[in-house]
């Protein structure tokens, strides 16, 4: 596949077949290092250029808060010359479409084609602040305490899916077939539970038990 960023395209088709909204991988450019965030367009998350592929979010790894967010495809991030160079301190240049051609192909290197499995703490607080905004949610609920069951008709959101994928994968994979279970999470690690605990608690208000083997 050609394209400067061609690597977006593997790791989005990855995402769709093991159902993720978002993924996360670590980008070093001039000796700063980034936590990358990769969105797929799953709303509230809304594409605003028609050829855009995802939706990318570079942060500082010292300072979450230094972001920068765009949409890009497999050829290039889509936003100006100038608002890319003044994030990533590429200094402007008689060859700048040499310079900006460099910089999409060190991204692409270090962009994975596949989902990754596990995460650092970084990665991991910056994917769930995103879940938790997209699912309107306190980013602070990290600690998960039971299900709840949804009314006829209404669905666990993916965003509360792929939370519980990353912080109790084993715990989502008994009870993903589900889609009407969503899980409840808390600030207050004291009210958190193990998995047992989650399945029995459940299993006291359903007729067909899980097993909890």
């Not at 979010?57 to 889509?78: P, S």
């Not at 910056?126 to 609920?141: A, G």
């Not at 999470?185 to 047992?196: H, L, M, N």
Request: hydrophobic fraction near 30%.
């Amino acid at each position: 596949m050609s394209g400067y960023l061609s690597n977006l395209a593997l790791l989005k088709e990855d995402m769709v077949v093991k159902d993720w909204t978002i993924a996360s991988f670590s980008f070093t450019y001039k000796s700063i290092k980034y936590v990358v965030l990769v969105r797929r367009f799953v709303s509230p998350v809304k594409r605003k250029c028609q050829y855009a592929l995802v939706q990318l979010e570079f942060m500082h790894y010292n300072n979450i808060n230094n972001n920068y967010m765009v949409e890009a495809n497999i050829n290039q991030l889509l936003d100006d010359a100038k608002s890319i160079r003044e994030y990533f301190g590429i200094k402007y240049r008689q060859n700048l479409g040499d310079l900006m051609k460099q910089f999409s192909q060190s991204l692409n290197q270090a962009i994975p084609t596949k989902v990754p499995t596990q995460y650092d703490p970084t990665q991991l607080d910056c994917l769930n602040r995103s879940l938790s905004q997209s699912d309107s949610q306190d980013p602070n609920k990290k600690y998960c305490y039971g299900t709840m069951l949804n009314p006829t008709g209404k669905r666990r959101s993916p965003f509360n899916s792929d939370k519980t994928k990353l912080y109790r994968p084993l715990l989502f994979q008994k009870l993903k077939s589900d889609v009407r279970l969503s899980f409840c999470y808390s600030d207050d690690p004291r009210i958190e539970k193990t998995d047992g605990e989650i399945i029995a608690n459940l299993n006291s208000s359903l007729s067909n038990p899980v097993d909890n083997e």
